[in-house]
């Protein structure tokens, strides 16, 4: 008699028997040796995700498992190949009747959201020029909604629910030690700078009821998030008869964060507070990139090559 497991993918163990909620990551149909019809799923949870294969697919099972979609599942977790893999015995599209913790079956970020949203609010109001101050105070207001779920990007780093706020939450905890370190630095321009550099992402992307990414709008694919920020930026402070210098101040920051051509900046930091808001993009995102990596690697050994860094690969050290 088999026994059912409840189980986080990271747990999972060949042999297991588990049954549980999933989200689809991948969901695609493809034809076996023997000419029948199976999908290729990818499941996962917060913990990580697993391939998972249902064979024998009947017509319309692409579009009943869709990606994006959450599931209720039984599996028997094999080898294939040295990775875990699922052959899904049993599944089943969820209900709106189920209570379903969407953040425990994607990965998220790992601080509450309105903890963080918190956080950013009240590094605004302590923004001591008004005009700074009452600009990102409009911005995360009108958008607080996509700010508590938006991911930073479909790939690569912080690519989790809710990860384009803990992407500016790490951010402006860096940005308040680098002010103490350099007191003259303009800590109002580069606090709104921290907070609004990857503002233009929520109309760059689309997204899924999970609080992933699907992927790009027509005005993301066409202009990027840098150009879309500076929209957002000029709209508000237009709005709120924000002096211009101020406004080309917070928009060159934006503009400039990417600092090279070929990743989207026309125009390379012209003041330190830009220069600070560039190496805090940088250091955040390819060290959560590094994290990551780090999470699946045993001590000792290097781990897989991380694509958004040039395929490098990292050591963990003992």
Request: hydrophobic residues 35%; aromatic residues 10%; negative net charge.
């Amino acid at each position: 008699m088999n026994q059912y497991n409840p189980s986080k993918v990271s747990k999972m163990s060949k042999g297991d028997y588990v049954c549980g909620y999933f989200y689809l990551k991948t969901s695609d149909v493809r034809v076996s040796n023997q000419n029948s019809r199976y999908l290729d799923m990818t499941y996962c949870d917060e913990s990580g995700e697993i391939n998972a294969k249902m064979w024998n697919a009947d017509d319309g099972d692409e579009i009943l498992f869709r990606a994006g979609t959450i599931v209720f599942s039984e599996c028997y977790v094999k080898e294939f190949q040295g990775q875990l893999q699922l052959r899904v015995d049993t599944v089943r599209r969820t209900t709106d009747s189920e209570d379903i913790d969407v953040s425990g079956l994607v990965p998220s970020a790992p601080v509450d959201p309105a903890e963080m949203f918190g956080y950013v609010r009240r590094i605004s109001e302590s923004i001591t020029d008004a005009d700074y101050r009452r600009l990102v105070l409009k911005i995360i207001g009108d958008h607080e909604k996509e700010l508590m779920v938006f991911p930073a990007a479909k790939s690569f780093h912080h690519s989790i629910r809710s990860g384009l706020l803990y992407h500016v939450y790490t951010m402006l905890r860096g940005a308040r030690h680098y002010k103490e370190l350099y007191p003259k630095l303009n800590g109002d321009l580069l606090y709104a700078g921290v907070i609004l550099h990857d503002i233009g992402k929520i109309r760059e992307m689309e997204l899924m009821d999970c609080g992933l990414v699907s992927g790009y709008t027509v005005e993301g694919q066409l202009l990027g998030h840098i150009t879309l920020g500076i929209c957002i930026v000029d709209a508000a402070a237009s709005a709120l008869a924000i002096p211009r210098s101020k406004t080309v101040a917070i928009e060159h920051m934006i503009l400039s964060h990417h600092y090279e051509p070929e990743y989207g900046s026309p125009k390379k930091p012209a003041f330190p507070e830009a220069e600070v808001l560039h190496y805090l993009d940088i250091a955040d995102s390819r060290l959560y990139d590094m994290e990551q990596a780090l999470s699946n690697t045993k001590p000792g050994e290097f781990s897989e090559k991380i694509n958004s860094l040039e395929k490098r690969t990292v050591l963990k050290l003992g």
